[in-house]
């Protein structure tokens, strides 16, 4: 519990005294001064009794110091009016299309999604949208010599301009399991007789 009184007796000093009293039944007191200082008016004025009243009025609490509960602010700060959720993981092989899900909670109505993938485009992949909720990825052809791992990346806006956190996939394209390169094919028959049917 705390109990605290302050004394003004003339606008440039203030005088404050805070007793606490802890659970454990200790007692702290405090005494305090503050020195209210203003530039813009007389020293006759700061040092004059009577000017202490014109302080308790709203018209002169123009001056205080502003007293804000930051911790409301910081609250604030943290609530997010835009999610979106895309999965963290798409496989499969060269050229294949694979479809995806993604969600999306918002406040306002969502106005589009931006993605970014510039390696996966860049190797000859395709992001192509196929309702507000589903989207494909066209896989580039595997490469033997390099990464076959590329990051999509996107974030959703809505119609009141806000914008979610980044979303990240990792699109990992496959070697395919018979290689035209390591792979030769030899008929069973090399030389066919002329029967006429074949």
């Known amino acids: 519990m705390t109990i605290g009184t302050s ?15 802890g659970k454990s039944g200790e007692r702290e007191m405090r005494w305090g001064m503050e020195l209210n200082y203003r530039f813009h008016e007389p020293w006759h004025q700061q040092i004059n009794p009577g000017q202490v009243t014109a302080l308790r009025r709203i018209a002169g609490s123009r001056f205080d110091f502003v007293d804000r509960n ?15 959720f895309t999965p963290s993981l798409l496989m499969g092989y060269g050229g294949e299309q694979k479809t995806f899900p ?7 109505a969502l106005a589009r999604i931006d993605w970014s993938a510039s390696a996966l485009l860049a190797q000859g992949g395709k992001i192509i ?3 507000s909720d589903r989207f494909s990825v066209q896989l580039p052809p595997y490469r033997t010599q ?7 990346s996107a974030v959703a806006v809505d119609t009141q301009g806000n914008i979610s956190r980044s979303a990240t996939t990792q699109v990992t394209v496959l070697e395919a399991e018979v290689s035209a ?3 030769s094919i030899e008929p069973e028959n090399i030389s066919l007789p002329a029967n006429g049917k074949a």
């Open 181 to 183: 390169l390591n792979s």
């Open 70 to 84: 930051n911790q409301i602010v910081l609250e604030y700060r943290k609530t997010h009016l835009l999610h979106l």
């Open 146 to 152: 390099g990464d076959n791992t590329y990051s999509m």
């Open 129 to 131: 949208r196929e309702s």
């Open 102 to 108: 993604i969600s999306v909670n918002s406040k306002y």
């Open 7 to 21: 004394y003004t007796p003339f606008p440039l000093l203030t005088l404050n005294a805070e007793q606490r009293q």
